[in-house]
Nanobody
């Protein structure tokens, strides 16, 4: 299983970015997907998750109303649209896959992780 995250970059406060996670080597529809982030000196934290059929989306309180997670099972991709970005959103963002489960809000149940993509929000 390979997960390839992309789309990070430098953006000003209030700006937007869209992260993508491309999966390969899997039957993508079997996996709930999630996004996590880790800021310097901090623990990795859950950002957003989506169930296998996109029925339920979960968000951390800190990003509700600003971030939107989505997926396209036909293209084996998951995305995170990030709007109204704040400096405190600066972190490395990781996508992850949870096999044969629909608990994307449970970080300990993820099986596969991609490499991170850096998001930097300047004030």
């Amino acid at each position: 299983v390979q997960l390839q995250a992309s789309g990070g970059g430098l953006v000003q406060s209030g700006g937007s970015l869209r992260l993508s996670c491309a999966a390969s080597g899997v039957t993508f529809s079997r996996y709930a997907m999630g996004w996590f982030r880790q800021a310097p000196g901090k623990e990795r934290e859950f950002v957003a998750g989506i169930t296998r059929s996109s029925t339920i989306r979960y968000y951390a309180d800190s990003v509700k109303g600003r971030f939107t997670i989505s997926r396209d099972n036909a293209k084996d991709t998951a995305s995170l649209q990030m709007n109204s970005l704040k400096p405190e959103d600066t972190a490395i963002y990781f996508c992850a896959a949870q096999e044969d489960s629909d608990s994307p809000h449970r970080g300990q149940e993820y099986n596969y992780w991609g490499q991170g993509t850096q998001v930097t929000v300047s004030s």
